[in-house]
């Protein structure tokens, strides 16, 4: 069974960088692609970034040139650094991927929890 666990949330000043990460438990036997969304109070969900297996990273516009996916397959971890943060980016964000958890199983998607982040100004 994976379980999906993010970390790394907190309150910052703007300006100032912080580091998402979702680290998935079990054997992994291939992961797919890994998306990063985020959700302000009051808004609706907004994809800021996403890495397809094979394929360049894609951001959304509000946070390219400051936000970078990095991988460590060796420790099933994804992460978001995030840098110079600004207010407009204080959401709750979440991580998903969409894995193969061993050599006979359909691709599956799993969310993370969630994790508060807070840009002071």
């Known amino acids: 069974q994976v379980q999906l666990v993010e970390s790394g949330g907190g309150l910052v000043q703007t300006g100032e960088s912080l580091r998402l990460s979702c680290k998935a438990s079990?054997?992994?036997?291939?992961?797919?692609?890994v998306s990063w969304y985020r959700q302000a109070p009051g808004k609706q969900r907004e994809l800021v970034a996403g890495l397809v297996s094979g394929r360049g990273p894609r951001y959304s516009d509000s946070v390219k040139d400051r936000f970078t996916i990095v991988v460590d397959n060796a420790k099933n971890t994804w992460s978001l650094q995030m840098n110079n943060l600004q207010p407009e980016d204080t959401a709750v964000y979440s991580c998903t991927i969409i894995i193969r958890p061993n050599s006979q199983s359909n691709l599956r998607t799993y969310w993370g929890q969630g994790t508060q982040v807070t840009v002071s100004s």
């Open positions: 079990g054997t992994i036997f291939a992961a797919n692609a």
